[in-house]
């Protein structure tokens, strides 16, 4: 069975900072994973992706994930942090048939 | 429009009534979901449907029943809720639901949601 952990419910940093969201996941199969954003009021938006090949992956808003297959984690950074970017953050991981697990969510505030 | 339309936002519902959630893509997808978002709780799958027939139906109660009548629009009808059903109902579609070896995994686009309080 597959399953994700996200590490630490509530993160706040400043704007301009990086910030760092961690996720780790079990999976007997080789994972597909995800990290998807939701803003207040709204459904959940792709952020980024990882199937195979490069383990560091771009993503949109200047986001980028790290996948570690020895630490079985798939952390979310961004560089320099921005107001509008406070949302809440979900990783999520699947196997081949397209069903998704989703982690707690963290929380991003930012502060000014 | 476009991407994947929710219709009501916001419902208020007793528990003896009878209401339906609404969910259309225009997106030319193949596949759709209904998700539930309790606060403090990760993201629960509860219907799958795929080309109009159920797929997946994850131990959902009964007073949950799901409705595709087509690839486009799907229905989640309620009836005798209880207040711990109160949540964020999304709905998701997406190419199609990849099963077996050789299908490629298909990103999944997701509804704004319906936030549901049962009182």
Same mark, same amino acid.
């Given at each position: 069975?597959?399953?994700?952990?996200?590490?630490?419910? !509530?993160?706040?940093?400043? $704007?301009?900072?990086?910030?760092?969201?961690?996720? *780790?996941?079990?999976?007997? &199969?080789?994972?597909?994973?995800?990290?998807? &954003?939701?803003?207040? *009021?709204?459904?959940?938006?792709?952020?980024?992706?990882?199937?195979?090949?490069?383990?560091?992956?771009? +993503?949109?808003?200047?986001?980028?994930? $790290?996948?570690?297959?020895?630490?079985?984690?798939? *952390?979310?950074?961004?560089?320099?942090? !921005?107001?509008?970017?406070?949302? $809440?953050?979900?990783?999520? &991981?699947?196997?081949?048939?397209?069903?998704?697990?989703? +982690?707690?969510?963290?929380?991003?505030?930012?502060?000014? | 429009?476009?991407?994947?339309?929710?219709?009501?936002?916001?419902?208020?519902?007793?528990?003896? /009534?009878?209401?339906?959630?609404?969910?259309?893509?225009?997106?030319? @997808? /193949?596949?759709?979901?209904?998700?539930?978002?309790?606060?403090?709780?990760?993201?629960?799958?509860?219907?799958?449907? /795929?080309?109009?027939?159920?797929?997946?139906?994850?131990?959902?109660?009964?007073?949950?029943?799901?409705?595709?009548?087509?690839?486009? @629009?799907?229905?989640?009808?309620?009836?005798?809720?209880?207040?711990?059903?109160?949540?964020?109902?999304?709905?998701?579609?997406?190419?199609?639901?990849?099963?077996?070896?050789?299908?490629?995994? /298909?990103?999944?686009?997701?509804?704004?949601?319906?936030?549901?309080?049962?009182?």
């Amino acid at each position: 069975a597959q399953s994700v952990t996200q590490l630490g419910s !509530h993160v706040s940093v400043s $704007e301009g900072a990086l910030v760092l969201l961690r996720c *780790n996941y079990s999976s007997s &199969v080789p994972p597909y994973l995800f990290w998807y &954003v939701q803003y207040p *009021n709204q459904g959940l938006q792709l952020l980024l992706k990882y199937f195979s090949g490069d383990t560091l992956v771009q +993503g949109i808003k200047g986001f980028e994930a $790290e996948f570690k297959r020895s630490q079985s984690s798939f *952390n979310l950074r961004k560089p320099s942090v !921005h107001w509008s970017d406070a949302a $809440e953050y979900f990783c999520a &991981v699947s196997d081949k048939g397209g069903k998704l697990i989703f +982690g707690q969510g963290t929380e991003l505030s930012v502060k000014p | 429009e476009t991407g994947v339309t929710q219709t009501p936002r916001h419902l208020v519902m007793g528990m003896t /009534n009878k209401k339906s959630l609404k969910c259309e893509q225009h997106l030319g @997808h /193949n596949a759709m979901y209904w998700y539930k978002q309790s606060a403090k709780k990760p993201l629960e799958l509860m219907f799958v449907y /795929n080309f109009k027939e159920q797929t997946e139906n994850n131990s959902v109660p009964s007073r949950f029943s799901p409705e595709c009548p087509n690839s486009s @629009h799907l229905f989640l009808h309620l009836h005798t809720l209880q207040p711990e059903d109160s949540a964020l109902y999304l709905c998701a579609s997406s190419q199609d639901w990849a099963s077996g070896s050789g299908s490629s995994y /298909n990103e999944q686009f997701f509804g704004p949601g319906t936030r549901l309080t049962v009182l």
